[in-house]
């Protein structure tokens, strides 16, 4: 599956949040990287890959087909990938396994037998068999973390987005969450991610693209980019958050 | 510290309701001269009792609806709902009542004291419900929309599973406390002679003078309407808790 952006600006009042990038992910990228400073962009882009926004100029073409701008039509193309945010946003009303069975069986149209027996294959698959009747204030932030990753996939979305997924956990819990990361694009899974972790989107990812000011600063294979940036702006990036 | 002040806080309190109920009880009361009304005081308490429970499920109606209306995409049901909620609480319920019965009733051919009594005391409450409603939905994290958006939900579904159950905790309090000052507000009804519980204990000191002994039995008898309605509310923060 392909995604095509073509001139893509996001305006809010006085910030140009996305301002006129174009990019051509093709078939063969499995993982996608969106890395830079924040405040750059990387959340809105995906935000607007992933229909949850609309552009201010500019599509977002999939397969040849582009984005509607209309919120109700673009909620198929939503309904079709999963997301996954910083703060993990699992409803706190409804425990781990009813955090995961919601979207299945009211916007997949699983029967209560079905979205319950995935669920807690996928919450099991993720170590969390013994805390399905939890809610998100009894577990902790990893195992928060994972319950939003299990409800991101378990109706296997075309791709998995993941807006800086590890930024508020500790490191230990950032491991826990990255190894099952990996573990799903060793499965196949096609993944958009924003990150800060620089290390793991260097390993993990096949494409990635840096972002700026809103801007596009460069392109490209994963290992070329950060073996050798072609922008001062991004060497000096990239010193920076490597030295450590 | 804390404890000393628990400690001090309590005995003031006690020492001040030991001192108020001894002062009532003390009283040389004349309980003979009511004592012919006690029918007078059941009927009062049953039609209290009827006015605000149809008027409890009638201020929840309105409420919800001038909710949907202030929280509505259209401006127009905006406007329209925003302005019938500040009139409403901006102006004395006696007022309402007496424009409610005397001109806009027999504007419209409707000569009923008991019902226009109760729509009066519907609106009027549901006035000041929608913004404990409209607090209750709005004090739900932006995050919490944005996850059901990206999981497909609807509108409807997004108010459905995810805004409404965990507002209803929210607002419980604040909407137990507005029940039951309906309950007392019922009182007003008076001025268009419905026979309810404070019109007939004033009917009674009209007859026998005996103020207190009229006033008295108001007491236990708004009580224990109320103190149902705070034990249900207690309850169902219970129900509804979860941790943040």
């Not at chain 2, 409450?125 to 990206?150: C, D, M």
Request: proline fraction near 4%; include cysteine.
């Amino acid at each position: 599956m392909s995604i095509e952006t073509a001139s893509l600006t996001k305006h809010y009042v006085e910030t140009k949040a996305i301002d006129n990038v174009s990019v051509s992910i093709g078939d063969d990228v499995q993982v996608l990287a969106l890395i830079g400073p924040s405040g750059g962009g990387k959340s809105t882009f995906l935000r607007l890959i992933g229909g949850l926004e609309s552009p201010t100029f500019g599509e977002v073409t999939v397969n040849g087909i582009t984005l509607p701008v209309d919120d109700s039509a673009l909620r198929e193309w939503r309904k079709k990938n999963g997301f996954l945010f910083q703060s993990f946003n699992l409803f706190p009303h409804l425990t781990a396994e009813e955090n995961v069975i919601l979207p299945l069986a009211e916007v997949h149209q699983s029967s209560q037998e079905d979205a319950k027996n995935r669920a807690q294959e996928v919450l099991s698959r993720f170590g969390l068999a013994k805390h399905l009747g939890k809610q998100p204030g009894q577990l902790s932030g990893g195992q928060q973390q994972r319950v939003a990753l299990a409800r991101a996939i378990a109706h296997k979305p075309q791709w998995l987005l993941l807006d800086e997924p590890t930024s508020a956990l500790d490191p230990e819990m950032k491991a826990e969450v990255l190894d099952l990361i990996e573990e799903l694009q060793k499965s196949g899974q096609k993944i958009i991610l924003s990150t800060h972790e620089m290390g793991f989107a260097r390993r993990a990812s096949d494409h990635v693209i840096f972002l700026s000011d809103g801007q596009k600063l460069e392109e490209g294979n994963a290992e070329e980019l950060f073996e050798n940036p072609k922008t001062a702006e991004v060497k000096l990036f990239l010193e920076k958050v490597m030295k450590w | 510290m804390k404890t000393f002040l628990g400690i001090f806080v309590s005995v003031v309190l006690g020492a001040t309701f030991c001192f108020v109920f001894w002062i009532v009880v003390s009283h040389d009361y004349q309980w003979d001269a009511i004592a012919p009304y006690k029918g007078n005081f059941i009927s009062g308490w049953w039609t209290t009792l009827l006015i605000s429970a149809i008027a409890l499920v009638g201020s929840i109606l309105i409420g919800a609806l001038l909710t949907s209306g202030q929280l509505s995409p259209w401006k127009v049901p905006r406007i329209l709902s925003r302005s019938f909620v500040e009139l409403i609480r901006g102006t004395p319920l006696l007022t309402q009542i007496l424009i409610g019965y005397y001109l806009v009733a027999p504007a419209i051919g409707w000569d009923s004291r008991f019902g226009v009594g109760i729509l009066v005391l519907s609106c009027f409450s549901g006035a000041y419900l929608s913004e404990i409603f409209r607090g209750g939905v709005e004090s739900i994290p932006s995050s919490q929309w944005l996850s059901a958006k990206a999981i497909g939900f609807t509108d409807a579904q997004t108010y459905r599973f995810v805004v409404i159950p965990q507002a209803i905790r929210r607002v419980l309090p604040a909407s137990a406390g507005q029940f039951a000052n309906l309950i007392k507000d019922s009182s007003l009804l008076f001025v268009i002679s419905v026979h309810e519980f404070t019109m007939q204990a004033r009917e009674v000191n009209a007859n026998t003078y005996a103020t207190f002994e009229a006033y008295l039995p108001l007491i236990f008898g708004y009580f224990i309407l109320t103190f149902p309605i705070s034990l249900l509310s207690r309850s169902l923060e219970k129900r509804f808790a979860y941790e943040h």
